[in-house]
């Protein structure tokens, strides 16, 4: 039944009882319609003959109607006019018609309430976890923030905070989504945004130019049946007489913002946030969702625009402490010093923690340099003011008060919550008094039907810390039978048309683990244990897996692999202990991306302060860098490590003069610098005159990425140097100056191990390099785009393959006359060598010798799959005992039958940890034998299903499948195309 049945079912109780006669006429009528059961009617004559006329029609009204269903109202009425009680549909009819229309000042009622309600709860932000009823002014202190555009073309542009209402144009869709890491801010701006609508004059244009602004928590919505009744429940006075159906109306009616904060606190058991998303609820107006990153993932699709909220600069940094020291009427320049202290950039680049910091400046206390020092601190002085408040000393407040608390948050975070509930706070005899200690806050809500006391965290980021307190303070046993259980691979699994959409990223773990290792910090054999268990799950030690090609190679960013580094970020030493451990069991092999997060950034430079021999390699991929600067020092700075050796860099300059500067500012090719280099060449780079463009003299690798005719400069550059590789991918022309200096390169370099000439373009052709290639003797990885091969040609490669020193081949081609076919089936009978094999629309039926190789890492794109393929393909895996790397494209459809051989073979590739289908189409009747095959692979890492294709596969189908994909340590990444 729809809310506004019921309030007026509520709201016309009285006049019911006395005028409703239970006739049979009503009865009759009730029980043809399905308003009640003859069961129900029993019931209801029993009161009647026991009781009295007014307590059935009560009980009827109470216990019965508002549950029989969405028709139930109107067929009540329908009965009341047939049993000759007319009067009583009339009275409740009108009572609706008058609560709908809107009279006239309804919506001048509800903008004062609303106005009045922010100006009165959002003039104040509450920091100070020991005085929660101290504010900072919001007028005076709040610092206006940037935010970056996250999607769309203007992608990368910032813009100022009332900017980002402007973004929405006039279509339909006009969600906006905000992230922003945990304290930046997100809070504070939705505050700020209502608030400002709020005050007569001084606000933007944009905001203004909504009727209505309503700020609602997340968890505000659940449990409501419309966003009136939340509106209702906890913006407005309990004895506002707007209805929830007026709202709802005004709603639909005016031009509305709905800011709804926090989703990261409130995602789950919660159908009217995610309607609201999906559009399937208000779907005209604007929405604004903020989150903590990681949390929306697979909804982030309904947003029109995403934003994240920067952290703060130096500039804003300036500023907030001004504003701070003006706000408490102190000098500045003790905060400003402050700002220099490089050690602490980043903790002040959250206006938390900077807030904080300012507080234990004025306290005089040490500069503290990790987040778990400052909240330490922090926590110090609470329990210190706590002592002389309460009269006792710090001891007994932290037994008797801060213990229970740190119990509570702990209880509070497993939920996902901010808040002890009433009940909860029961079970402790002296609540009241820790609540005294600072951290709660008293909320009361009211609720129309019940009212409950909750108490509030001041902030999330507390509740984590003193969730971490919790856990410092278990025994070792149970600590680590808590952190055993915590997931520590991601999946994201996205299955379209069947609403099936679930994700999990590991870092939502990093904050209360980051705190956890930082309280451990001075106990190096807990830490020690803690930091295996991770090594261990995340699988820190395993060196990441060699890329399909490389533009998938960079794909996953800063996740699991590189949690323990994030959390390293957190200790101002590694213990001499854990650093053994690290050493003992270092991967040989970390991939640092432009994305990875500043405290992975300063994790990876604690690791270059550890004794590894040999160093430990390092890729740094700095395509698509922001702050440019930062990242370079960064990377500077791992170059000068004599523990790491930084291997390969990845750059994307935007222009030529960005190329010259990266690779003078990163010495590339020096000898003690990074002598890998990987260039996207971009349409923005042009000819750069050969004296002005040089490489260091041990440059070793040289991979070119969308290279054309005006980027000849770079390999000329490249001429005399040592080569080992040269990768010339994604290249559709080249004129005869590039042929004539690749030709100079190929018979220059004695020591070219690896060469890659590969093109998108079905028209390219590379055959006239492969007599270069014959002379080679040191050739190890040959990947090669050959479209229709002359015999010579041909023959040369025959030669190539039977010399066996390939240990890597991959070969694209449209060539479908066979005859490059039978070459490589012959040459496969000698390459014993051959341990990686990538063929692209290469027809498999004509190479029965694969069966000879012994592979441990195999793709076959763009093949027809038909049913023979797959029967040579399942022989050919048998075969094959050593697989660990599995990829099939399916671009054709496969009969479930050959699908379900194909993934028995799989089933038994025992050794095989990576496995990536692409384009599968994915039925109800091969879900049993998916699952089979992923049960059977104990040693599977990572399972990629990417532009799945499901039209048969259902909600059931997707049940059976989802506890088998998403099983602990496997990461799974599962998209519909
Ligand atoms: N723009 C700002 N100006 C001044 N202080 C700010 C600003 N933004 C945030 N703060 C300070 O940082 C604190 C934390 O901010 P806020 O609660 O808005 O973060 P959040 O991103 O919502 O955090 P979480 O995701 O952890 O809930 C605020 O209580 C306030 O002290």
Redesign the pocket.
């Known amino acids: 039944m729809e809310d506004h049945h019921k309030e007026c079912l509520v709201k016309n109780r009285v006049f019911m009882c006395s005028e409703i006669s239970l006739s049979t006429g009503l009865f009759a009528n009730l029980t043809e319609s399905g308003v009640i059961t003859d069961d129900q009617l029993q019931k209801l004559q029993n009161i009647e003959r026991n009781d009295t006329t007014k307590k059935a029609v009560l009980y009827f009204l109470t216990e019965l109607l508002p549950k029989r269903g969405p028709e139930a109202f109107d067929l009540f009425l329908k009965a009341l006019c047939e049993s000759e009680q007319r009067h009583v549909a009339d009275r409740l009819k009108k009572w609706l018609s008058d609560d709908c229309s809107e009279d006239a000042g309804t919506f001048e009622r509800l903008q004062d309430e609303l106005r009045t309600h922010y100006d009165d709860k959002l003039k104040f ?3 100070m976890p020991w005085l929660p009823t101290e504010g ?1 002014s919001l007028k005076e ?5 940037r935010l970056r555009l996250t999607s769309g073309d203007r992608k990368g542009t910032e813009v100022k905070m009332d900017e980002i209402l402007a973004s929405v144009g006039e279509g339909r869709n006009k969600r906006i989504l905000v992230e ?13 945004l209502a608030f400002a609508w709020s005050q007569p004059d001084e606000a933007s244009e944009n905001i203004k130019s909504f009727d209505l602004v309503i700020l609602l928590h997340a968890g505000d919505l659940r449990g409501q049946d419309s966003v009136g009744g939340a509106i209702k429940e906890h913006l407005l006075p309990i004895d506002c007489d707007i209805t929830s159906r007026q709202l709802d109306k005004l709603l639909q009616e005016k031009n509305v913002l709905l800011i709804i ?2 989703f ?2 409130a995602s789950t058991e919660n159908k009217m946030l995610h309607q609201l998303i999906e559009g399937k609820r208000l779907k005209h107006k604007t929405l604004l969702v ?3 990153p990681n949390f929306l993932e697979n909804k982030q699709r309904h947003f029109e625009s995403t934003f994240t ?1 920067e952290g703060y600069n130096y500039r804003e940094r300036l500023e ?1 402490v001004k ?1 701070y020291a003006a706000h408490k009427n102190i000098a500045s320049a003790p905060f400003e010093s402050m700002l220099k202290e490089e050690s602490i950039r980043d903790l002040c680049s ?6 904080l910091l300012c507080l234990l400046r004025e306290e005089d206390t040490q500069l503290m340099i990790t987040r778990t020092a400052l909240y330490t601190a922090i926590h110090r002085i609470i329990k210190q003011k706590a002592a002389k408040r309460l009269k006792l000393i710090e001891a007994e407040v932290e037994e008797s008060l801060l213990r229970p608390l740190y119990q509570f948050a702990f209880e509070a975070h497993q939920k996902n919550e ?1 808040v002890v509930r009433e009940k909860d706070s029961k079970k402790v005899q002296n609540f009241q008094r820790i609540c005294e200690v600072g951290y709660l806050t008293n909320e009361v809500i009211i609720s129309r039907l019940q009212k409950e006391v909750r108490f509030q965290f ?4 507390f509740v984590e810390f003193l969730t971490a307190k919790h856990i410092a303070e278990m025994d070792r046993e149970e600590r680590l039978n808590w952190m055993q259980h915590l997931r520590y691979a991601n999946y994201h699994i996205r299955i379209r048309g069947l609403a099936i959409e679930d994700d999990f990223k590991v870092e939502q773990n990093d904050p209360v683990l980051g705190f956890l290792f930082g309280l451990l910090e001075e106990e190096s054999a807990e830490l020690t244990q803690m930091a295996s268990l991770v090594i261990k799950e995340t699988r820190f030690s395993y060196e990441p897996h060699h890329p399909i090609s490389s533009f998938v190679s960079f794909e996953s960013p800063c996740d699991a692999s590189h949690q323990l580094l994030r959390l390293l970020a957190e200790l101002n030493d590694v213990p001499p202990e854990l650093a053994d451990v690290i050493c003992k069991r270092r991967p040989p092999l970390i991939k640092i991306h432009w994305n990875c997060s500043a405290s992975c950034r300063r994790g990876m430079l604690k690791l270059c302060n550890l004794r590894f021999q040999p160093p430990i390699r390092l890729n740094v991929h700095l395509i698509d860098s922001r702050n440019k600067e930062e990242k370079m020092s960064f990377v500077q700075k791992l170059i000068e490590s004599k523990n790491i050796e930084c291997s390969k860099i990845w750059i994307k300059p935007f222009d030529h003069t960005e190329l010259r500067n990266n690779v003078r500012g990163l010495r590339i090719g020096q000898a003690d610098s990074v002598q890998q280099v990987s260039i996207n060449c971009g349409f923005n780079i042009e000819g750069i005159p050969r004296e002005e463009f040089s490489f260091g003299n041990h440059l070793s690798e040289l991979e070119l990425i969308r290279f054309n005719p005006s980027h000849s400069f770079l390999l000329e550059a490249a001429l005399h140097k040592p080569l080992t590789s040269l990768q010339v991918i994604n290249c559709d022309k080249l004129d005869d100056r590039c042929i004539s200096l690749i030709h100079q390169l190929l018979r220059n370099q004695r020591n070219l191990q690896r060469v890659q000439l590969t093109s998108l373009s079905w028209q390219q052709h590379f055959g006239r390099f492969l007599a270069d290639f014959a002379q080679m003797e040191n050739l190890q990885s040959l990947e090669i785009t050959l479209n229709y091969s002359t015999d010579e040609e041909l023959r040369i490669l025959e030669a190539i393959l039977k010399r066996n020193t390939l240990s890597k081949l991959t070969i694209h081609s449209c060539d479908y006359s066979g005859s490059l076919c039978s070459v490589l089936n012959e040459g496969f009978n000698s390459m014993s060598s051959l341990r990686e094999l990538h063929l692209d629309g290469v027809n498999i039926i004509r190479l029965p010798n694969l069966r000879h190789l012994d592979l441990i890492n195999f793709s076959l794109w763009n093949s027809k799959l038909n049913d023979d393929v797959i029967a040579v393909l399942s022989d050919t895996l048998r075969s094959w005992r050593n697989l660990q790397q599995l990829r099939i494209d399916f671009y054709y459809d496969v009969a479930e039958c050959s699908l379900r051989k194909l993934f028995e073979a799989i089933a038994g590739c025992h050794r095989l940890q990576i496995l990536y289908f692409e384009y599968l189409e994915m039925g109800d009747s091969v879900v049993p034998s998916v699952c089979e095959m992923i049960e059977s692979l104990k040693k599977l890492r990572k399972f990629t299903s990417e532009n799945q294709r499901n039209k048969s596969l259902t909600e059931e189908g997707f049940q059976q499948l989802e506890p088998i994909i998403k099983r602990n340590g496997l990461n799974t990444f599962v998209r519909s195309a």
Not at 141 to 145: N, S
Not at 180 to 192: E, I, N, V
Not at 458 to 461: F, I, N, R, S, V
């Open positions: 932000i509450y920091t900072f202190t709040f610092v206006q923030r922003g890491d945990p304290a930046q801010g997100k809070s504070t701006l939705c505050q700020a904060d926090a990261d606190e903020t989150s903590r909220v907030h504003r959250n206006p938390l923690n900077l807030t901010t001041t902030h999330k980021t």
